[in-house]
């Protein structure tokens, strides 16, 4: 569980990456949504939806090794990357509409776990760092945050983003939200895993033989 932790979300990072180097022509990083690997192609689907799983297996094994950090002061933590996970699994489930406008069930369904998974994980790390030094985590959540709210206004569907020209880069502030997303979900499973080897009993030495 420890190593999938990590294993989890860098294996989706180099999915998603996948998608841009091997289907560069397929969707406008500016302009186009993750999402929209889903319903463009056999392949793409497949490569999204393995990065999606691998993510949410990493944020269920995060939550399971912040068990060791401070079960109280964790559980907010925990809670929040499960809903995270159940977000992804369901984003997967439901693919998105293809045009901004949501127009079908599973779009809906789609749209507001995929706001599950922007929402829970920043604010995962937020919860965790509340009342102590920032640190990565800390920082990180704050900035995938604001980097949301950017994300959300310059959204089409947003009545400002016309105002901010959002139209012409949005689908880059949601790939950006999703790194900052993924590096959050690592740091918090290095933190899980410091705790795990801080509690870790010692090796006993073995008693000396006397012949």
């Avoid at 569980?1 to 860098?10: C, D, H, K, Q, V």
Wanted: hydrophobic share 55%; charged share 10%; aromatic share 6%.
């Amino acid at each position: 569980m420890i190593l999938l932790a990590t294993a989890g979300p860098a294996a989706a990072l180099l999915l998603m990456l996948a998608l841009h180097l091997f289907f560069p022509d397929l969707i406008d990083p500016m302009t186009g949504l993750l999402s929209d690997y889903a319903v463009t192609s056999t392949m793409t689907e497949t490569i999204f939806a393995l990065g999606m799983m691998a993510l949410a297996a990493g944020c269920v094994a995060t939550a399971w090794t912040l068990t060791r950090l401070d079960p109280s002061r964790t559980a907010a933590t925990r809670f929040l990357l499960i809903v995270a996970a159940a977000g992804l699994v369901l984003a997967t489930v439901f693919p998105t509409d293809v045009s901004p406008t949501v127009t079908s069930l599973a779009g809906e369904i789609h749209r507001w776990s995929t706001a599950a998974v922007f929402t829970s994980i920043p604010v995962a790390g937020w919860i965790l760092t509340r009342r102590g030094p920032l640190g990565a985590i800390g920082v990180l959540a704050r900035v995938s945050g604001a980097v949301l709210a950017f994300y959300l206004l310059s959204h089409p569907t947003s009545p400002v983003s016309g105002l901010i020209g959002g139209e012409d880069y949005y689908g880059l502030l949601e790939r950006i939200v999703v790194v900052l997303d993924i590096v959050l979900v690592v740091a918090l499973a290095n933190t899980g895993k410091v705790a795990a080897r801080a509690v870790s009993p010692a090796k006993q030495p073995e008693p000396a033989l006397h012949g």
